[in-house]
């Protein structure tokens, strides 16, 4: 699930960039480039709830 997953995010921009120009594609070092970036989601929170009113005491 992960690989196909990360197969689709790096080949997404690939398609939209391509389905974005309307001019003659030439392959020269010049107007070639690459972005790769990796991360991840996490359904954890890290959510803490202080009162103020309380000097700060945490309730959650």
Do not use: H, W
């Not at 690459?34 to 991360?39: N, Q, V």
């Not at 996490?42 to 959650?60: D, F, M, N, P, Q």
């Amino acid at each position: 699930m992960r690989a196909k997953l990360l197969g689709i995010v790096l080949t997404t921009p690939i398609a939209i960039s391509s389905f974005a120009s309307t001019e003659t594609i030439s392959f020269t070092p010049d107007n070639i480039n690459a972005d790769i970036s990796l991360g991840t989601l996490s359904g954890k929170t890290k959510e803490r709830v202080y009162l103020a009113e309380e000097g700060g005491r945490k309730v959650s």
